[in-house]
């Protein structure tokens, strides 16, 4: 990134704002106001299921997922670079808290829907702070197949700050680079016997950037396909496939295409005690990009093609009741295979740790009509 004039520095601080917390609380007198309900209350009557929340303290090593070559500029001050956050790695507060209502037999297909709000507050550069909303259904569609609905929202993700090579004389050369995200999946899920299932989904994602950068607003669709194996009492892995499909939306007077194909594989080990309460659980991916310009002038994106891995492992421990421990390592890294000519979506490394308390009740036993 090139540096920017006076102004790109005076706007700088004025990206992303507070969130305000009103929905986080709305959610939280909802979950605290459906108190479970007698079967004669109604045939369609829903009873709170289960709720849980959970507060944790971490540290992300890359903040921005900027490249090695940028964070070095970034060490060293480097008077042809620009940037706004005054570190790299910083350390978060995050907690969550979730409920889900399931409703009374006599409803077809016994619906579950679960709400869940996540925040995330980083300490030192607060720009790059973000909420997340998640709404989620499952229905029984048969006597072993299940049918689920996930949408999840993020109304402001900051990136970066970026040139913005249409400003106007006395307009800043440098703005927030922030789109707002709504994903969304459907799947179907069959179980084969009582330790094997399959799973089947279409997915969307859509990347709503704000101006000036709304020519890197990105729709993607795809799907997935995988299957789920007990192993043992408490053991279970599951693997999948998937491929999506990017189309972006991009700016006629440049050749900078973001459109790509993506194939992934996923697979989950865990494994859980209830002797000791103890729990762990270790995820894998791996990806591979390849964008689809077909502009020799997009010297970013045309025969390019990139590796994505990524790995985490979770810890969690019983502690007393309805609460536990949560210790969780992920690390994240995509590669090209090319050096790309310009900062727009460098490849990075990058790796987060985070640890914290887990509370969860169930309601099943006492209030299910």
């Keep these: 990134m090139r540096v ?10 004025r990206g992303p704002g507070p969130r ?4 986080a609380i709305v959610l939280a007198l909802a979950l605290l106001g459906v108190a479970p309900r007698h079967a004669g209350a109604g045939a369609a009557a829903a009873f709170v299921s289960g709720l849980d929340g959970r507060i944790s303290v971490g540290r992300d090593y890359n ?12 060490a060293n001050h480097d008077p042809g670079s620009f940037f706004v956050v005054n570190s790299m790695g910083d350390q978060f507060l995050e907690g969550t808290l979730g409920g889900e209502w399931r409703f009374a037999k006599s409803v077809p297909g016994r619906p579950r829907v679960r709400f869940d709000y996540l925040r995330r507050q980083y300490l030192d550069n607060p720009i790059r702070s973000s909420d997340r909303y998640a709404f989620g259904m499952k229905i029984a569609a048969g006597p072993y197949t299940r049918a689920d609905l996930g949408v999840d929202f993020q109304p402001q993700i900051y990136r970066r700050h970026r040139q913005d090579d249409f400003a106007l004389p006395g307009e800043p050369v440098f703005r927030p680079e922030v789109y707002r995200r709504t994903d969304g999946t459907f799947g179907l899920s069959q179980a084969l016997s009582a330790g094997t299932s399959i799973r089947v989904s279409v997915d969307g994602s859509i ?7 709304d020519a890197r607003d990105r729709w993607i669709m795809g799907g997935s396909a995988g299957f789920s194996q ?9 693997v999948s496939g998937s491929f999506a499909r990017t189309r972006s939306r991009n700016d006629p007077l440049v050749p900078t295409d973001l459109s790509n194909r993506e194939w992934g594989a996923w697979s989950r080990f865990e494994m859980r005690s209830e002797r000791t309460g103890s729990g762990i659980a270790v995820e894998g991916e791996m990806g591979w990009r390849h964008y689809t310009s077909i502009n020799p002038a997009d010297h970013s994106y045309f025969g390019r093609s990139d590796r994505l891995t990524g790995v985490s492992v979770e810890l969690t421990q019983t502690l007393k009741g309805a609460l536990a421990s949560t210790t969780r390592f992920a690390y994240r890294s995509s590669l090209a295979n090319q050096l790309t000519a310009s900062a727009d979506d460098d490849t990075f490394t ?7 308390l ?7 036993r006492r209030a299910s009509p």
């Design 20 to 23: 305000p917390p009103a929905a």
């Design 350 to 356: 990058d790796s987060e740790v985070q640890t914290g």
């Design 4 to 13: 920017g004039g006076p102004c790109d520095a005076a706007r700088a601080g």
């Design 207 to 213: 990347r709503d950037y704000r101006a000036p950068f």
């Design 63 to 74: 903040l921005l997922d900027a490249s090695d070559a940028e964070r070095a500029s970034f």
């Design 358 to 364: 887990l509370w969860s009740r169930s309601n099943l």
């Design 230 to 238: 007990a192993l043992a009492p408490g053991v279970r892995i599951s």
